[in-house]
């Protein structure tokens, strides 16, 4: 089992629809938990980043972690069609220059005009 | 927020050459530099980690012998990927952790032919 999963997609929703993005993971001692943005031959960009359980709103982007379910989600409101990539969950079991990120595999988007 | 400028930003060699990628860190010293390798259709996944002054940890089956990491200042750290073979065609990419707010380069699409 991977420590990390995440619905691959493809997923193709009309402008201005709410994605959710999910990932679940089995180790209970990450604490903190990452979404980014990727878009095809580009580095990763970070769009949300929370410490254990809770939400944190940023604009149309809203991260949700329930740590005892062991599950975290991305929302993005009034999605566009520059929102579609490939959006990646991270996470890592504690903070330091010397933590390691385990990543998702990513679910691609694609937000249809 | 802090910026890492990664080059070359592709590259096709021929089995059997050596390939260097650069990542510089801009607006910041880092102690230390995480890199990423992604296969396609896969999760990033941390190969090693480079620390100034100090010689690189890498992750369980990564060979050291092949992907030489140098670290060569605060400002600069280098992947070497030596006598490189097809499937060392891959995306790599490094980011200097947490303490830089999870930055990531924009990445190398190595291609070996």
């Known amino acids: 089992q991977k420590e990390v999963e995440q619905d691959p997609g493809p997923l193709s929703v009309p402008e201005g629809a709410i994605v959710s993005l999910n990932c679940t993971y089995s180790n209970s001692a990450f604490q903190y938990f990452m979404w980014y943005r990727q878009y095809s031959r580009k580095g990763p960009e970070l769009l949300m980043y929370?410490?254990?359980?809770g939400n944190k709103e940023d604009g149309r982007f809203t991260a949700q972690v329930d740590k005892s379910s062991k599950y975290i989600s991305l929302f993005i409101r009034d999605s566009q069609p520059s929102d579609s990539a490939t959006y990646l969950c991270?996470?890592?079991?504690?903070?330091?220059?010397?933590?390691?990120?385990?990543f998702g595999t990513g679910t691609l988007l694609a937000v249809q005009p | 927020g802090a910026v890492v400028s990664q080059h070359p930003s592709w590259v096709i060699c021929k089995s059997g050459t050596s390939v260097k990628i650069e990542c510089r860190s801009l607006?910041?010293?880092?102690?230390?530099m995480f890199w990423y390798r992604q296969f396609p259709k896969q999760s990033l996944m941390l190969m090693a980690t480079s620390n100034e002054g100090s010689k690189a940890t890498y992750e369980q089956g990564v060979e050291k012998d092949k992907f030489l990491i140098n670290h060569a200042s605060l400002t600069l750290s280098t992947l070497t990927v030596t006598s490189a073979h097809p499937e060392d065609s891959s995306f790599y990419i490094c980011s200097p952790g947490m303490d830089y707010g999870y930055t990531f380069g924009s990445g190398t699409r190595l291609t070996v032919v």
């Open positions: 991270a996470m890592s079991p504690y903070g330091g220059a010397t933590n390691k990120l385990i």
């Open positions: 929370t410490y254990s359980s």
């Open positions: 607006d910041f010293q880092a102690t230390t």
